[in-house]
């Protein structure tokens, strides 16, 4: 009798093995290997000369940090690509379906050409698709109609043609849809009005004709509809009246309706049948709403037919390796389950972080956080680690600043609820009160949210401590948490809130500010905005690039102080740019940011215009009808009536004037803010 030699069966069993165990203690290897590929297959057809993206490199570890614009879940999985503004010139490559995690994808501002792929649709977790300000030719993909975790759509300033596809109306999160200056045709279709969610929709400069459907004038959450420069006619829906200066019209030469200010009164020979207003010469059924394209597919089979295959093989290959493995399978199930544990680490919310947790190795994260910030980066994160990076001054002024993690937690009362003074998408701010008694506020920023690149955090940290001046908040110091990974900025405490509880008040109400304390917060606004912009010996020039009514506090003294100053050098492009949402919402960014994408001292300018008109007239909206007033010089009617015409009638003239210079659509047009703190000085009134 003979036998086989048992050691190649040997040798095969322990491979498996050790297969086994690498893929139960590596969940995500499989999916990071095809997420690569799809990134190298990306990256070939977004920068073909290797310019901008030389760091995504086919050896490398897409979530350690080292992809420049990339950033990953807590997952290990690609989950945000920003690549605004990088100068790339190529196409977008149908492999970014190989991508599934994908939150947010920001490639506006570029020269990115061709089709928009329809691949994009395979996105089901996708929530922000920036691909506005690039040069997209052909029509919109019907497909993107199914993605329905889509929250904000923008594919303005390209030049796509075509209809705007109906199926759009199936985006049931969408929230903002932006679709201006391009070379659309077609009518509007009436199943936008389906959207419940949808607050902002720009179709303006384009070549749409037809009517406003009346569905869409009904949507429920529709703050702002801007439809100008088109070729629209018939009745405008009378409900629109309701979103008063969020509607914008004008050059539809076809267009009328009562109660508009500047349309004509519809005649019989304007009417606009049930399927929508028509063109002179076509009747309007023989308009499409849009072109409706034949899917390939039927459902989802084509889509999931080669994933099933690879699915089929894994799962073949594991039964065998479990098999063969079966009586190691107790102890590696226990490895894997103490590494998932060690992976989850502790949650953003306060009242799991009571512990001083500097020795722990947890993975920070946000409950229910915005996809924008619930990214992680690589976990030796730890930028003042033993004053590296420093040498001497830098390193003695960096230390003078320092606090270490025990005295922020003391004293917040270890991050007590109680203390919480607000959140935003990015951070907790707490009030504080230090050893020595004095009260100050401490901003929570995760590390997901700070630059990955040490090198930049900390020299974005070095410009925050350079900054002293009696109308910016004063940084008192900072700590950085490795094994919390988070960064803490404390700052002096501001009394008096924020300047937007001293607007839209009532009359009689404490809050309102009289004339000469609103004289000196303007003033002193000025002064901080001034400061910023000035390049000194030990500061360079900055730009705030989120002045708001917000970002002023007013002390004990009512002096306003600016908070946020050079903030956006320490966190990510990212944070910054999800902070521009609110902004604009509330009108306080520049026009000229849409076709630029970039910050400028104007645009401080801009956002200082807008916060001068809201103190003078005391509202938080500041509307066209107030402008045009301003303009005609009837300031009495802009005026807060809780002044009681108690204020000096040149003075006020004197800045109204200068907050509409300020906040004019050209930049070319508005001061400089050195200009502006003179003209102020220059006020004898005004000191």
């Known amino acids: 009798m003979s036998f086989q030699n048992p050691k190649p069966l040997m040798g095969f069993s322990v491979l498996l093995l050790f297969s086994l165990l690498f893929f139960l203690s590596h969940p995500t290897w499989v999916s990071g290997n095809e997420e690569l590929r799809a990134l190298m297959d990306m990256k070939a057809a977004l920068d073909p000369e290797s310019r901008y993206?030389?760091?995504?490199?086919?050896?490398?570890?897409?979530?350690?940090?080292?992809?420049?614009?990339?950033?990953?879940?807590?997952?290990?999985?690609?989950?945000n690509i920003s690549l605004q503004g990088k100068g790339l010139s190529g196409k977008l490559s149908s492999a970014i379906d190989g991508l599934k995690h994908l939150t947010g994808l920001y490639l506006h501002y570029n020269a990115l050409y061709g089709e928009i792929p329809k691949e994009i649709a395979n996105l089901?977790?996708?929530?922000?698709?920036y691909l506005n300000v690039n040069h997209f030719t052909g029509e919109i993909p019907t497909e993107i109609g199914k993605m329905e975790n889509l929250q904000v759509l923008q594919l303005c300033y390209n030049q796509l043609k075509g209809s705007i596809p109906t199926q759009l109306g199936g985006l049931k999160k969408l929230s903002v849809l932006a679709l201006q200056s391009n070379q659309l045709t077609g009518a509007i279709p009436a199943s936008l009005g389906n959207l419940e969610m949808l607050t902002r929709l720009d179709l303006s400069s384009n070549r749409l004709f037809g009517s406003i459907p009346s569905k869409l004038a009904d949507a429920s959450s529709l703050q702002v509809l801007d439809v100008h420069n088109n070729t629209l006619s018939g009745n405008v829906p009378p409900a629109l009246m309701r979103l008063e200066d969020g509607f914008l019209y004008e050059y539809n030469l076809g267009l009328c309706g009562a109660?508009?200010?500047?349309?004509?009164?519809?005649?019989?020979?304007?009417h606009v049948d049930p399927y929508g207003a028509g063109i002179k010469g076509h009747s309007t059924r023989d308009i499409p709403e849009t072109a409706n394209v034949q899917m390939p597919c039927n459902g989802t089979r084509c889509q999931k037919s080669s994933r099933s295959k690879q699915t089929t093989t894994t799962v073949t290959v594991g039964l065998i390796v479990i098999a063969i493995a079966v009586s190691a399978v107790g102890i590696l199930t226990s490895v894997h389950y103490r590494r998932r544990k060690q992976k989850l680490g502790n949650s953003y919310d306060v009242s799991d972080s009571r512990l001083s947790t500097d020795q722990a190795k947890a993975v920070i994260y946000r409950k229910n956080g915005s996809p924008l910030i619930s990214l992680e980066y690589s976990n030796g994160w730890d930028p003042l680690a033993d004053g590296r990076n420093f040498n001497g001054d830098s390193q003695d002024m960096f230390q003078s600043f320092r606090f270490n993690l025990e005295e922020v937690e003391t004293a917040t009362q270890y991050f007590s609820d109680s203390n919480l003074l607000g959140k935003s998408n990015f951070s907790a701010t707490y009030k504080g009160v230090l050893r020595d008694g004095s009260v100050v506020a401490v901003k929570s920023i995760s590390k997901s949210s700070c630059k990955s690149d040490e090198a930049e955090f900390l020299k974005g940290l070095n410009i925050l401590t350079s900054l002293r001046n009696e109308n910016l908040v004063r940084l008192r110091g900072f700590c950085c948490s490795r094994g919390r990974g988070e960064c803490f900025l404390v700052y002096d405490f501001v009394p008096n809130g924020n300047l937007s509880r001293y607007l839209d008040v009532k009359q009689g109400d404490a809050q309102v500010l009289e004339w000469s304390t609103r004289v000196s917060i303007v003033k002193g606004i000025a002064r901080g905005v001034a400061y910023l912009h000035a390049h000194k010996a030990n500061k360079p020039a900055l730009v705030h690039q989120n002045i708001s009514a917000e970002k002023v506090l007013i002390d004990q003294r009512f002096n306003p102080l600016l908070v946020g100053s050079g903030l956006c050098k320490i966190l990510t492009n990212d944070i910054v740019f999800s902070g521009l949402k609110a902004s604009a919402a509330k009108g306080y960014l520049a026009p000229e940011y849409t076709t630029t994408g970039r910050f400028t001292e104007k645009s401080d300018v801009y956002a200082f215009g807008v916060l001068l008109l809201q103190i003078l007239s005391g509202k938080q909206k500041i509307t066209s009808?107030?402008?045009?007033?301003?303009?005609?010089?009837?300031?009495?009617?802009v005026m807060d009536p809780n002044l009681h015409a108690k204020f000096f009638e040149f003075e006020a003239a004197k800045l109204l004037k200068m907050a509409l210079v300020c906040s004019h659509e050209s930049p070319f047009e508005r001061p400089s803010m050195e200009a502006i703190v003179q003209e102020l000085n220059n006020c004898s009134s005004c000191l």
């Open 124 to 129: 089901p977790e996708l929530t922000d698709l």
């Open 53 to 79: 993206l030389s760091s995504w490199t086919s050896n490398g570890n897409p979530c350690d940090g080292s992809f420049v614009g990339l950033a990953c879940n807590e997952n290990g999985q690609v989950a």
């Open 625 to 637: 009808t107030m402008r045009l007033l301003a303009e005609s010089s009837r300031f009495l009617e």
């Open 259 to 270: 109660g508009f200010s500047s349309l004509k009164t519809c005649s019989a020979t304007d």
